[in-house]
């Protein structure tokens, strides 16, 4: 065990929390701070402007902090009210679990606005009183250095979250500001020096927070004595670097120049009380489902070894409790991708299963309008028939007698029927040749003999299905061209009665049509 643990383990409750306090606000180490805090009669306060305005010799301060702080009692003790709030503060738990807020920046599109001249010549008087009245400012700051850091802490966070522009740089973009501090670092201390994200704050702690990484944040103020040799010794070093690149998977790195707008609030989000500054922050879920803490902060010119211990010992502090969120988080991953394929099968299986029973319908719905369709035809066919009967025994009412002997000039038609009996018939010779067809559609009916008078079916047209040939030569006696039988026939003649095939004249018809093309 070094000395300094052994003195820091021989200090009362109390003075250990005036310790951190003090600690955590100027970055001391222990073994100075406590000599320090001892001749202050361990008064923070009182330390601590020690420390920022150096030491001197003040009897009246310390005289009343020694009336003002009793002795220690083996039962109770009490608190300065300021003290006990910095210690509940800056206390390491505290410390451990501190969450970071994200900063309010300048929109990508938001554009700058630039007055006109003449307004500019106007208000030149007024700028350079404000540029002097900053500067004045800016000097007091430097020689009263703990004075910015009170004034940032009482003043309303309302106002610590606007923007601010400390020495006239063009606010940018957080895209572009980083870029810029890329560039600017890149050109002072070499190209590809350091792994910086090329993105805002905000969207840098976004991306630690959704991959589940440590976010290294890199503060530095160019007016800062330390800031080069800092960078060059500390931060460039080669552990250092090394340590960075092997641990990209599990470190994001962000950086900043604390004179952009961006920068600046960061600073006062972190509490950054030393230049130059960084801090590692990264998710905390004891503290909320969504919160990104501080869990180490590196303030001052630090060496390598020191930076690099107290970076692997907040990353080796927190690496067990990320490792459990990622793998809670890839368990959670594997059952929702689980239960995406699940899904998806289910959603195909049931799409299968849809699509089966829609051809199921389809088909029994195609089979119904088959059924119904031929339905429809038999019904259509039952009355076509029974209207041709009907038109058979009206029509035959009006065939002509055949003539008897005494007419000489009678035609003799001999006709095969389809059923291969012969038919003499013989017609008076000024009958249609509509006559013999209607004859022989009407020849079983004529069989009969029907004694029944019947009318003509209201609304059926009836057409000849067959047609009269002579079979040598073969001519065709067609109805449409009218005429009489003697005409066409003659005194006599021999006929078959052909049935009509109406697919097959449909299909002579397009024949013909398309030989005439």
């Given at each position: 065990m ?6 820091i ?6 003075e ?44 009246v ?8 702080s009793?002795?220690p ?14 210690s ?17 920046t ?8 630039r ?5 500019a010549?106007?208000?030149t ?12 400012f ?13 004034l ?17 740089r ?7 500001t ?16 350091f ?22 944040v ?17 931060l ?7 340590y ?15 004179q ?37 902060r590196?303030?001052?010119n630090?060496?390598?070894t020191?930076?690099l211990?107290?970076?692997r ?6 690496k ?13 991953q ?21 699509e089966?029973?829609?051809q ?18 038999q019904?259509?066919?039952e ?10 025994q ?11 002997p ?15 009996e ?24 004529l069989?009969?003999?029907p004694?029944?008078s019947?009318e003509k ?14 079979p040598?030569?073969r ?7 009218g ?27 397009e ?6 093309v």
């Amino acid at each position: 065990m070094s000395a300094a643990e052994t003195e820091i383990g021989q200090l009362s409750e109390r003075e250990q929390e005036a310790l951190h306090t003090y600690t955590a606000v100027t970055g001391q180490e222990p073994s100075e701070a406590i000599a320090l805090l001892r001749r202050s009669q361990w008064n923070v306060q009182i330390a601590i402007s020690k420390f920022f305005d150096g030491e001197g010799p003040d009897p009246v301060e310390e005289a009343r902090a020694a009336l003002n702080s009793p002795p220690p009692r083996p039962t109770r003790h009490t608190q300065n009210l300021m003290s006990e709030d910095l210690s509940a503060r800056f206390s390491p738990a505290a410390r451990a679990v501190e969450p970071v807020r994200r900063v309010e920046t300048q929109p990508e599109d938001q554009g700058v606005y630039r007055p006109s001249f003449l307004i500019a010549l106007l208000f030149t008087p007024f700028n350079l009183l404000y540029r002097l009245l900053y500067s004045s400012f800016q000097l007091f700051g430097s020689l009263f250095p703990f004075l910015p850091r009170l004034l940032n802490v009482t003043a309303n966070p309302a106002l610590q979250g606007g923007r601010r522009n400390t020495n006239g740089r063009r606010t940018l973009g957080p895209k572009d500001t980083a870029a810029r501090f890329i560039r600017e670092f890149e050109e002072e201390y070499g190209p590809n020096s350091f792994p910086f994200l090329e993105n805002g704050y905000n969207m840098a702690l976004d991306k630690a927070h959704r991959d589940l990484k440590f976010l290294l944040v890199v503060l530095l103020s160019p007016e800062h004595d330390d800031t080069s040799s800092w960078v060059r010794e500390t931060l460039l070093s080669r552990e250092v670097t090394e340590y960075i690149t092997s641990s990209q998977g599990d470190l994001l790195v962000w950086g900043g120049n604390v004179q952009d707008s961006e920068t600046y609030q960061v600073a006062n989000s972190l509490r950054c009380s030393k230049f130059p500054f960084a801090a590692v922050i990264v998710h905390t879920p004891n503290v909320s489902s969504t919160a990104m803490s501080v869990v180490s902060r590196i303030a001052g010119n630090t060496t390598p070894t020191e930076f690099l211990a107290k970076l692997r010992g907040a990353i080796t502090q927190n690496k067990e409790a990320l490792d459990r969120i990622r793998a809670s988080r890839a368990e959670q991953q594997a059952s929702r991708s689980l239960r995406e394929q699940q899904d998806s099968a289910y959603e195909r299986s049931l799409a299968i299963d849809r699509e089966r029973a829609r051809q199921r319908r389809e088909a029994e719905a195609a089979r119904q309008r088959e059924e119904q369709a031929a339905a429809e035809r038999q019904a259509a066919e039952e009355k076509r028939q029974r209207d041709l009967q009907q038109w058979k025994q009206w029509r035959a009412q009006s065939i002509a007698a055949e003539p008897g002997p005494a007419v000489g000039d009678a035609v003799r038609i001999s006709i095969r029927l389809p059923s291969g009996e012969r038919v003499i018939r013989m017609f008076p010779p000024g009958a249609a040749l509509e006559e013999l067809y209607a004859f022989v559609e009407c020849y079983e009916v004529l069989q009969a003999q029907p004694d029944v008078s019947s009318e003509k079916p209201e609304g059926f047209e009836h057409q000849y299905r067959f047609r009269l040939v002579s079979p040598m030569p073969r001519v065709v006696y067609e109805l449409e061209a009218g005429g009489t039988i003697a005409d066409k026939v003659g005194r006599g003649g021999n006929l078959l009665v052909e049935p009509i095939d109406e697919e097959s004249e449909e299909e002579e018809e397009e024949k013909e049509e398309e030989e005439e093309v």
